[in-house]
């Protein structure tokens, strides 16, 4: 699927590289949550995909893949940018051309990525504890050797 997007190829392939290789269904919840302005455009297009797969070529939309989605660079419409002293100079507003392919996964494949989301859950061990982002926030350093102990009581008091 192509569409072409009034922004900076360099934006849009900021996001179009964040979704390459996902899942379809995935993607497109990454891209409702996403704050750029371009996940709209790209989530648009994902959709459209999507449809068109199943439509047209009868593939099973819950088993699609992000095969490609690449970013290239469009027209440059020049406007006007006025300055002072009577002068003005040539504002550049830069279009780029978003393209996606979708694909239906293979067994192999699908048994790859159940594999890696069972891997997410293990446990993790002493020193990947100490590693986790939101653990860092804590008020309490990990250093700290009696931390909960600390805390309990600045907590009661």
Not at 92 to 114: D, F, M, N, Y
Request: charged share 30%.
């Amino acid at each position: 699927m192509k569409m072409v997007h009034s922004d900076s190829p360099k934006k849009v392939n900021l996001v179009a590289e964040f979704v390459r290789g996902m899942r379809v269904e995935d993607a497109l919840l990454q891209l409702q949550v996403t704050v750029k302005r371009a996940a709209k455009t790209i989530y648009q297009v994902i959709h459209s995909a999507r449809a068109n797969a199943a439509h047209n070529h009868g593939l099973d939309p819950d088993r699609l893949l992000v095969a490609e989605a690449f970013v290239g660079k469009g027209l440059f419409k020049k406007r006007i940018s006025y300055h002072g002293k009577g002068k003005c100079g040539i504002k550049v507003r830069p279009e780029c051309r978003l393209t996606v392919v979708v694909r239906e996964i293979t067994p192999e494949e699908e048994a790859k990525i159940a594999k890696l989301r069972v891997h997410n859950f293990r446990k993790l061990n002493k020193r990947e504890k100490r590693l986790v982002p939101h653990q860092l926030i804590e008020t309490t350093s990990i250093w700290d050797r009696k931390g909960k102990a600390n805390a309990d009581l600045a907590l009661a008091s």
